[in-house]
Nanobody
């Protein structure tokens, strides 16, 4: 699976951004998809995931109610709608794919990564 992320940018606090990830590979629909992020000087952390079989979503506590992850298996895409953005959401966001991804999944165990896309939220 190859992943191509897009949609980052600069936004003021309280604003919105939509990240997209396009996947190639015929087995996209059999992988959990997720977004991770890495702020300067910090480890890459889980943000949100959507299951391949049931579409169940999970989120990092600090983004619940503000972010929404979704996938379209027909188009091989996964999106992350980010609303009410805060300066602490500033990070490079990475699209990820693996057979099973949950909130406790560490970045070290992820099989496939897209390139990062920078999100900067100004105060």
């Amino acid at each position: 699976v190859q992943l191509q992320a897009s949609g980052g940018g600069l936004v003021q606090a309280g604003g919105s951004l939509r990240l997209s990830c396009a996947a190639s590979g015929r087995t996209f629909s059999r992988y959990d998809m997720a977004w991770f992020r890495q702020a300067p000087g910090k480890e890459r952390e889980f943000v949100a995931t959507v299951g391949w079989s049931d579409g169940v979503t999970s989120y990092k506590d600090s983004v619940k109610g503000r972010f929404a992850i979704s996938r379209d298996n027909a188009k091989n895409t996964v999106t992350l709608q980010m609303n009410s953005l805060k300066p602490e959401d500033t990070a490079v966001y990475y699209c990820a794919a693996d057979r099973l991804i949950g909130p406790l999944t560490t970045h070290a165990s992820i099989q496939y990564w897209g390139q990062g896309t920078l999100v900067t939220v100004s105060s």
